[in-house]
C-alpha cells in the first residue's frame, strides 16, 4: 500500500510517512544559542550558556517542541509509534544538512527498570535510523544508566539538575573521539549535560548533542 502521511492521512506521494505539505508546517528552530540551541532572537551563545558554559560542544536541534512535532516525539516516546523515529530522523537529517559527521554516536541510555516497562529506548530508534542515513556507528552500549532516576519531564525545573547528577557511567573510554549524543528532545538540557560530562571524562575529544526538538 502506497504511505499515508501520519499527520493528515493523506497519500505522502514519497518514501516516508509524511507528506511535503505537513513537513512544511512544522515548527522549526532557525535562530538558537550556538551551544544548547535555546530559540534566541539573534545567533550567539545565550545568557546561561554565557554564565555556565556545558559540558557538550554544540547543539543540533532543528525543531521546535510545539504542536505536531510534539506529538509525533510523545506517540514515539510512549505509543510505540516507531514508524516515527524514521519520519524524524529523516526530516532532522534535511534540516540540519550536517557536514560534520561525529566518530560515534550514543543514544541517552534508558534504566534497565525503565526499559523492561517500556520495551524499547526511543532514543536509540531514533539513532538507528540517523545511523542508516549517515552511515555513523553507533555504540548500543557505550554509556549505562546505573540509576533509575524519576522522570525529568515529571519535575519542576530546579530539581532536574540534582535529578540526573551521578546517573549515567561509561562502559568503555572514548579517547580522542567526536561523539554525537542521541535524544528525542531537550528541555532543561541537564540530562545531556550529565552525559556529556561522563564522556568527556571517558577521553572524548568533542561532544555534541543531536536532538529532534528543543523546548
Not at 517542541?65 to 510505540?80: G, M, T
Not at 524514521?86 to 557536514?99: G, H
Not at 557511567?169 to 561522563?198: P, W, Y
Request: one cysteine or more.
Amino acid at each position: 500500500m502506497p504511505a499515508r502521511c501520519v499527520l493528515c492521512r493523506q497519500p505522502a506521494g514519497r518514501h516516508i510517512s509524511l507528506c511535503r505539505e505537513c513537513e512544511s508546517s512544522l515548527k522549526t528552530n532557525p535562530t538558537n544559542c550556538e551551544s544548547c540551541a535555546r530559540p534566541l532572537q539573534k545567533s550567539g551563545l545565550c545568557g546561561e550558556c554565557q554564565k555556565n558554559p556545558p559540558y557538550y560542544d554544540k547543539t543540533l536541534a532543528p525543531l521546535l517542541y510545539k504542536d505536531a512535532v510534539r506529538n509525533l516525539l510523545i506517540e514515539l516516546k510512549f505509543h510505540e509509534k516507531l514508524l516515527n523515529a524514521k519520519i524524524l530522523a529523516e526530516v532532522f537529517t534535511r534540516l540540519t544538512n550536517n557536514d560534520c559527521h561525529p566518530d560515534l554516536m550514543i543514544p541517552v541510555p534508558l534504566h534497565s527498570g525503565r526499559l523492561r516497562e517500556r520495551g524499547y529506548n526511543q532514543s536509540l530508534e531514533i539513532a538507528r535510523e540517523i545511523t542508516a542515513i549517515h552511515k555513523i556507528p553507533f555504540a548500543r552500549k557505550g554509556c549505562e544508566r546505573r540509576i533509575n532516576t524519576a522522570r525529568q519531564s515529571e519535575l519542576p525545573m530546579q530539581q532536574r539538575k540534582a535529578n540526573v547528577r551521578g546517573a549515567f557511567q561509561s562502559c568503555r573510554r572514548f579517547d580522542n573521539l567526536h561523539i554525537a549524543i542521541i535524544d528525542d528532545v531537550m528541555t532543561t538540557g541537564n540530562t545531556v549535560n550529565e552525559l556529556s560530562k561522563v564522556l568527556k571524562k571517558s577521553g572524548a575529544r568533542r561532544v555534541d548533542v543531536w536532538v529532534i526538538a528543543r523546548a
